[in-house]
């Protein structure tokens, strides 16, 4: 089944400076990979998430990029705020459609932290 | 427009005892996954349901089992909870329906701790 590895555990950065989060998988038919954050107590929300087909996903300041070749993808923060603090979760998945219904493999998180 | 909804909050039961957690999904969602998330880690899946029957399984024992409504809401049953069972139980919902779509939203979660 798939696995999916996510580096570093912990990260700790100063307000204004770029956080990078990095994810490989080890299924070649996952085409569907979101990112989700996870505040202490709270639900995990989707937060930007990239399909096979494309190579990199923006969305003010968080990006995504994916090397399906490699089959890595990484999570790119920049101009950090300390609202950025959270747990930072990965995921793959083969995506909807003829036997595959969407289930998603997480990586085991980022604890990142936002120093102001 | 309401999101995931999950119930009950906290539940809090012993070793051998019976549980069931309950998730109502997103306005418009037909599917819905559950999870398993151990402190410390990611969610892990447990299984779908769609159209009342389950899709799709992860690698849990049989004490964990499900039931999805008419109205596409879903139940999830843990009998005979071990310790191990402590966790936060996420529901997660989808349009199942439509291939390609993939996006899932999760509930805020049942925290279930086993005495």
């Known amino acids: 089944g798939e696995n999916v590895e996510q580096h570093p555990s912990t990260l700790s950065v100063q307000e204004g400076d770029s956080a990078v989060i990095k994810c490989t998988y080890s299924?070649?038919?996952?085409?569907?990979f979101p990112w989700y954050k996870q505040e202490l107590g709270k639900r995990p929300q989707l937060i930007i998430d990239?399909?096979?087909?494309?190579g990199e996903k923006k969305d003010q300041r968080i990006a995504v990029t994916l090397n399906k070749t490699a089959k890595h993808f990484s999570l790119h923060i920049t101009e950090t705020q300390p609202e950025d603090s959270a747990v930072y979760f990965c995921a793959a998945s083969r995506g909807a459609g003829g036997t595959s219904y969407g289930k998603l493999t997480f990586g085991q998180g980022t604890i990142l932290t936002v120093h102001p | 427009d309401a999101g995931v909804t999950q119930s009950p909050t906290h539940l809090i039961k012993t070793r051998g005892q019976q549980v069931t957690l309950r998730c109502s999904p997103k306005?418009?969602?037909?599917?819905v996954s559950w999870y398993q998330q151990a402190l410390g880690q990611g969610p892990q899946f447990i299984f779908q349901?769609?159209?009342?029957?389950?899709?799709q399984r992860g690698n849990f024992p049989d004490r964990f089992s499900g039931h999805q409504f008419p109205n596409y809401s879903s139940e999830l049953n843990v009998n005979a909870l071990l310790l191990g069972d402590s966790a936060l139980y996420l529901c997660?919902?989808?349009?199942?329906?439509?291939?390609?779509?993939?996006?899932?939203?999760f509930g805020p979660g049942t925290r279930l701790t086993v005495l």
């Open positions: 306005s418009g969602h037909d599917t």
């Open positions: 990239i399909r096979s087909n494309v």
């Open positions: 349901y769609y159209e009342e029957e389950e899709r």
């Open positions: 299924d070649s038919a996952s085409n569907y």
């Open positions: 997660a919902s989808s349009l199942g329906s439509l291939a390609g779509v993939n996006e899932q939203f």
